[in-house]
């Protein structure tokens, strides 16, 4: 296919003309702004032009939504669109790949990240959880961003690489750790944009491609000794699942492609959970209302006690507070698909080479899906089911997250046990703003809570 050629400002909808340098520093210092202002300006599709990244088109209307979504996966590649990535994740990833290479790479991932195979992990959920609270102060405000983070990460390692605690898993958290507080800048788009990728990958120079180099040998010696069966295995993890996949025609998965699949997980199954939970803990302290009903629906149906695996289908309201907290402040603001060829949507024809956005941070917005949006109101989603062009923190169509359901299951494990061990409240004057780490956002504040204890923890 020939490359697509750069589309036509004129046949783009309206959006700010101050320069593209500006629109990307803006875009990298404070997107939750720049995606308002515009949209107050110029209504339910705009377009932004940002220097060294193209056009984006960001799209808030859900049905258009809806279409963007059912579009054709040949003409609409999110994985091009997510090319930038590739010098971290490798080119095998799913989050870069598109057609017939990302739906084999979906297949493989996909057992071992939902159904029964993703609640195989709740005990270790539980204790790293268990661990992380008797560490935590009690009546002083603290961020619970950075035990948020090691949380996660613990548990990704766990069920990614089946490792036990100890040793191991802890030189991993470690080097894990390191290379990713090296992308958490809040301008590193535009130091990527400013200095090629391919530049920054080959220079032992940048901290972040350098820790990235000795992560990988430690992750390809560690993937040879599991195949040669020279670990103990802690438990079902996914390292195992696709050492055990095999493509269409039989072959087993390379050490490339396994590394890729592994890299991914491991980031994106951690960064982004740790944030989320991070908002969603700010979000219930600040709400004594919904403190005390989520504690007493816990002890209704835990007795009082922390949650087994069996519990959790019936913390309904929680799983709201979950939903209602990603509602207000999705990860990622919006999603991206290229156009390979030109793409018809709302009475407009868009050209090849423009970069489509649902924008899950605008939707969620709108007045007449969510009623007084800007409230944290748990019970919206106890009162009614939301579209997923309606509702999407975690993509949508055939990009939807892999991780979806492990993310949604571990938030609900990690508060409903948190939960039965503290009480959290929100300092006073505490309000939490978006701001940027890396490509993702989070709380600005860490998301500062005081919590006091329920029970002795003895």
């Not at 590649?77 to 990535?85: I, P, T």
């Not at 990460?153 to 990713?180: H, N, Q």
């Not at 493509?247 to 951690?270: S, Y």
């Not at 990009?399 to 949604?408: D, K, Q, S, T, V």
Request: proline content about 9%; aromatic content about 8%.
């Amino acid at each position: 296919m020939a490359p697509p050629t750069p589309a036509s400002s004129s046949t783009l909808p309206p959006g700010p003309s101050y320069p593209a340098w500006w629109q990307l520093v803006r875009f990298a210092g404070d997107p939750l702004v720049l995606l308002d202002e515009c949209h107050r300006r110029y209504g339910d599709k705009f377009t932004l032009r940002i220097a060294g990244n193209g056009r984006f088109v960001m799209l808030s209307n859900p049905q258009v939504v809806r279409e963007v979504f059912q579009g054709d996966p040949d003409v609409l590649h999110s994985g091009e669109a997510n090319s930038l990535f590739t010098a971290t994740v490798g080119r095998h990833s799913v989050l870069v790949l598109d057609g017939a290479p990302h739906m084999r790479q979906r297949r493989v991932l996909v057992p071992p990240l939902k159904g029964e195979r993703m609640r195989l992990f709740f005990d270790a959920m539980r204790l790293e959880t268990l661990e992380t609270v008797r560490a935590w102060p009690i009546g002083t405000p603290f961020p619970t961003l950075p035990s948020m983070r090691r949380v996660t990460l613990r548990v990704i390692l766990r069920s990614g690489l089946g490792l036990a605690t100890g040793p191991e898993l802890d030189r991993f958290e470690r080097k894990m750790e390191t290379f990713l507080s090296n992308g958490r800048q809040r301008y590193a788009l535009v130091l990527m944009t400013i200095v090629p990728i391919e530049r920054l990958t080959g220079s032992r120079w940048v901290p972040l491609f350098r820790q990235l180099r000795d992560l990988d040998d430690d992750l390809f010696a560690f993937i040879a000794a599991r195949r040669k069966g020279q670990h103990t295995v802690a438990g079902p993890n996914v390292l195992d699942d696709l050492l055990g996949a095999q493509h269409e025609d039989g072959t087993p998965l390379g050490d490339r492609e396994v590394r890729d699949a592994l890299i991914t997980i491991l980031i994106a199954g951690h960064e982004t959970t740790a944030l989320a939970l991070s908002w969603a803990l700010a979000d219930i302290a600040q709400h004594p209302e919904v403190v005390n009903r989520l504690g007493e629906e816990l002890a209704q149906v835990t007795g009082g006690g922390p949650p087994s695996a069996e519990h959790l289908p019936a913390l309904e309201y929680l799983d709201g507070a979950i939903r209602e907290s990603l509602r207000l402040h999705p990860v990622a603001p919006f999603v991206v698909r290229k156009t390979m060829q030109p793409f018809s949507v709302d009475d407009r024809e868009y050209p090849a080479g423009v970069v489509l956005c649902p924008c899950s941070y605008l939707v969620h917005q709108r007045e007449e899906l969510y009623p007084a949006p800007g409230r944290f109101r748990p019970e919206r989603f106890l009162e009614r089911k939301f579209g997923p062009h309606e509702w999407f923190p975690f993509g949508g169509g055939n990009r939807i997250c892999l991780g979806m359901p492990f993310a949604l299951y571990e938030m609900k494990v990690l508060i409903a046990t948190l939960l039965s061990q503290v009480r959290p409240t929100r300092p006073a004057g505490a309000c939490s703003h978006a701001r940027r780490y890396g490509i993702v956002l989070g709380p600005d504040d860490g998301g500062r809570i005081i919590v006091q204890p329920l029970r002795s923890h003895d």
